[in-house]
């Protein structure tokens, strides 16, 4: 998964209005954003299979730190718990939590068994959606065009830049995903750390996105839209 991770976060700003869109685009990613750094210390090992095409080039040697299942139960509380405490928001926090713990599960739906559930030794899952480049695209698309769809509803650009803003973050993630998918292998794994750093660009281009939309009253979003908005 990829674009999917950050579908969950747009589509979940329609039920907690509260959170920031930064912290929830942040969060369903996280376990992404911490492991090109635990590679990097030499913490976590990843590997480049170039004979494979698409998403089955990488492959998780070692890193049950960032995406074992044990390791994302403590990241969603290290995100949730200080947010709860920064906001008083409890349905917030609970969203945030479930979002981060969302990456493990739909990374297990993807990936070869190559997630980790334990910190040490121990079972690795995996469905394999990847083996299918159509299924994926097809399953991750669907999932990124629905939550782009709840999320553009739920909203409106209260300045030009608004939009513009969001539909250059939107193409950007595309862009990113496909090249990802359909060009040539990453030399080694360094270089796909170094890259995926990059996305920690993603949620404050969210969070300024935000500045620039409003969302729709509670009352029209039960409607299904229409009518004013309040500003975020």
Do not use: C
Request: aromatic share 10%; charged share 10%.
């Amino acid at each position: 998964m990829l674009i999917g991770h950050f579908a969950l976060g747009l589509a979940s700003k329609r039920f907690t209005r509260r959170t920031p869109l930064g912290l929830l685009l942040l969060a369903p990613f996280l376990l992404d954003l911490i492991f090109p750094i635990l590679v990097l210390l030499g913490w976590e090992q990843m590997r480049i299979l170039p004979e494979e095409h698409g998403f089955l080039t990488l492959e998780l040697v070692h890193m049950p730190y960032s995406h074992g299942l044990v390791g994302a139960m403590g990241w969603a509380m290290l995100l949730a718990l200080p947010y709860f405490l920064w906001r008083r928001d409890g349905r917030g926090a609970i969203v945030l939590a479930l979002l981060v713990l969302s990456h493990w599960v739909l990374d297990v739906v993807t990936h070869r068994p190559d997630m980790p559930v334990l910190l040490s030794s121990g079972p690795k899952l995996g469905l394999g959606l990847w083996h299918s480049l159509a299924g994926t695209f097809l399953v991750e698309g669907a999932l990124f065009a629905g939550s782009v769809w709840l999320y553009v509803s739920a909203t409106r650009a209260t300045r030009r830049s608004g939009d513009l803003g969001l539909w250059g973050l939107i193409g950007l993630l595309v862009v990113s995903y496909l090249g990802f998918a359909l060009g040539p292998p990453m030399p080694n794994a360094e270089a796909v750390a170094y890259l995926t750093l990059t996305s920690w660009l993603v949620p404050f281009w969210a969070q300024w996105v935000e500045r620039h939309r409003a969302l729709a009253a509670p009352a029209a979003l039960n409607k299904g839209g229409g009518a004013r908005a309040a500003s975020i």
